[in-house]
């Protein structure tokens, strides 16, 4: 058994989520494969140019419940893949699977991030509608205002004035 590079993500993230963060980051096309054949909710991304592959097993079993895991060689494009993907999707990080060391990444798109409070805010407050552009540019726009003259429209929870920092310039 070799050295590899682990992540494990949220389960909610479809394949062609990660597969789209991987292009974007490679800069290479990535081809889904499956190996049902012998396991179950195995595949791997297969990077056409690098000719690299990640391993990635849905719905793996782990203490915190279920998580879809990522497999990578432990080199510095291993630890640079996962972790651009890490710091979109969010996600517990190794950056080598021996040494038992692991890090918690808050991506951007994570649970309890202002992007999601903003949704919300958009929503509830603006009254927002499916496909309303419009109305959902303008809420952006009253919101970057409010987080920029400090006139915050939540209670200021530490947790999420440390989440809004990505706001205001």
Known sequence: MSVCTILHLNTRWELNDIKTVIERVTKDKV???SNHDT???FYWFMLTKKKRQIS?????KT???STTYLSMGANEEGHKILKAIAEVFGGIYMDNDCDGKYEFIEGNISDGDALAYFLKYAVVDDGIGKDDLKGFL???????DR?????NPIDKPEAIQK???????
Not at 56 to 60: E, H, I
Not at 147 to 151: R, V
Request: net charge positive; no cysteine.
């Open 56 to 60: 990635v097993f849905t719905n793996n």
């Open 63 to 65: 203490p915190i419940g």
């Open 147 to 151: 987080i920029n003259k400090g006139n």
């Open 138 to 144: 303008n809420s952006m726009n009253k919101w970057y």
């Open 163 to 169: 989440s809004l920092k990505g706001f205001s310039k």
């Open 31 to 33: 081809e889904v494969r």
């Open 39 to 41: 396991s179950i909710g």
